[in-house]
C-alpha cells in the first residue's frame, strides 16, 4: 500500500514537470473563451458574461504570473506554469489529507 | 449540487479509513494536474481529460466527488479556470457524473471476472471513455440551453452564444474522438498498474485480495 502511494506520488511528479507540454496546445477550450476571443469570433461580448466577468478576479489567471499572461516567454510561462501545478497538487492534496486525517477511522 | 456534496461529505466521513487518506488526497492532486494538460485538436480547440475514471474506480464514486470538487474548485478560486459562476456546472459534469459513469461502467463490464483479470483493464478503458464523452455530451448541453434561457428582449443572448445544435456536436465530437481516448487510456494504465501492485486498494474489493497478498510483493 504505502509503495503503491508513493509510486504514485513519484508519477504525479513527473506528471508535474511534464505539465508545461500543455501549453503547446493553441487556442481555448470550447466554451472556456476569454472576453476578448468572443469579442473575436461574434463582434460582440454577450452582455451577461461581461457582468459576470468582473465576479471574481483569480490570484494566478490562466496559470500564469500577473502580467505574464500574454508573454511571449516559453521559459518563464512554463515556469509559472509547474509553480502553478506544484499549488494546485500541495493544496488539493494537503486539503485533503488534513481533513481526510481528520474524519478517518481507525 | 449541495445536497450532493452534503451526502458525499457524509458518506466520506463514515466510510473512510485512514490508510486511504493519502490516495484521496493524491487523487484530487492528479485530477488537478491532468487537467493542465490541454491538447489540441483539429479546428483550433483544446480540451482535457479529467481522471475521474481511475478515480470513480478505485476510490468508489462518492468519495470521487470530494476530490474532483477540491480540484474544480481550487482551479475556479486561483486560476480562473473554470468560471466561479459554473463551479457548480462543471463539478456536476466532472465530478459526480463521471465518477459515477465510470464506476458503474466498469463494474458491469467487469461482470464477476477475477480482479487481475484483462477483462477488467479493458472494462476500465471504456469506463473512462465512456465517462468523458457522457460529462462532455452534458456539458455540451448545459451549454446549449443557455441561450434559450437566457436573452434579452432582442434575443441576444446573455452568456453563451451558441445553441444546442452546436455546443453538443462540438463538445461530443471533440471529445469522443480525442480527450475521451485519452481519457480510457489514463484508465486502463492506472488500473492495470494496480493490478499489478496491489489490487487492495480498489474500493469494493479489500477482502479477496488479502489471500493474493504473497504473490503480489513478488513483481513491482
Known amino acids: ?34 472576453n476578448e476571443e468572443i469579442e473575436e469570433k461574434l463582434g460582440f ?28 516567454s516559453m521559459t518563464l510561462s512554463a515556469a509559472a506554469y509547474i509553480l502553478s501545478a506544484v499549488i494546485g497538487v500541495i493544496v488539493c492534496g494537503g486539503l485533503l489529507y488534513f481533513v481526510g486525517k481528520r474524519v478517518a477511522k481507525d | 449540487m449541495i445536497p450532493i456534496w452534503y451526502y458525499a461529505g457524509r458518506k466520506l466521513s463514515s466510510e473512510l479509513k485512514s490508510r486511504q487518506v493519502p490516495l484521496l488526497a493524491l487523487a484530487a492532486a492528479f485530477s488537478f494536474v491532468i487537467m493542465m494538460f490541454n491538447l489540441p485538436i483539429p479546428g483550433g480547440s483544446t480540451g482535457h481529460a479529467v481522471g475521474a475514471g481511475i478515480i470513480g474506480i478505485v476510490l ?34 466532472m465530478a459526480v457524473v463521471m465518477p459515477f459513469v465510470a464506476y458503474y461502467v466498469y463494474r458491469t463490464l467487469s ?9 477488467r483493464v ?9 465517462a468523458l464523452t457522457i460529462a462532455a455530451g452534458l456539458t455540451g448541453f448545459e451549454f446549449g440551453i443557455q441561450p434559450l434561457l437566457h436573452q434579452d428582449a432582442s434575443g441576444m443572448p446573455l452568456y453563451m452564444p451558441y445553441g444546442l445544435s452546436i455546443a453538443v456536436p462540438a463538445m461530443l465530437i471533440e471529445h469522443a474522438f480525442g480527450f475521451s481516448i485519452l481519457e480510457g487510456l489514463i484508465t486502463a494504465l492506472i488500473f492495470a498498474y494496480i493490478q499489478r501492485t496491489d489490487t487492495s486498494i ?17 513483481p513491482a
Not at chain 2, 60 to 89: E, K, N, R, S, Y
Not at chain 2, 111 to 119: K, P, W
Request: aromatic share 8%; hydrophobic share 45%.
Open chain 1, 45 to 72: 461580448v454577450p452582455p451577461g458574461l461581461e457582468q459576470l466577468s468582473s465576479t471574481w478576479s483569480a490570484p494566478l489567471p490562466d496559470y500564469a504570473f500577473p502580467g505574464g499572461e500574454n508573454s511571449d
Open chain 2, 202 to 218: 480498489l474500493y469494493g474489493e479489500r477482502s479477496p485480495s488479502k489471500k493474493k497478498k504473497s504473490k503480489m510483493t513478488a
Open chain 2, 111 to 119: 461482470g464477476g471476472t477475477e480482479i487481475t483479470s484483462s477483462r
Open chain 2, 60 to 93: 468508489g464514486p462518492w468519495a470521487a466527488v470530494i476530490a474532483i470538487t477540491v480540484a474544480l474548485v481550487l482551479q475556479a478560486l486561483m486560476f480562473g479556470d473554470g468560471g466561479i459562476t459554473a463551479i457548480a456546472a462543471n463539478c456536476f459534469n
Open chain 2, 122 to 130: 479493458i472494462a476500465a478503458a471504456i469506463a473512462g471513455y465512456i
Open chain 1, 1 to 34: 500500500m504505502d509503495k503503491t502511494v508513493r509510486n504514485f506520488a513519484i508519477g504525479l511528479v513527473v506528471l508535474i514537470i511534464l505539465a508545461p507540454l500543455g501549453l503547446l496546445a493553441v487556442g481555448e477550450t470550447f466554451g472556456e473563451w476569454s
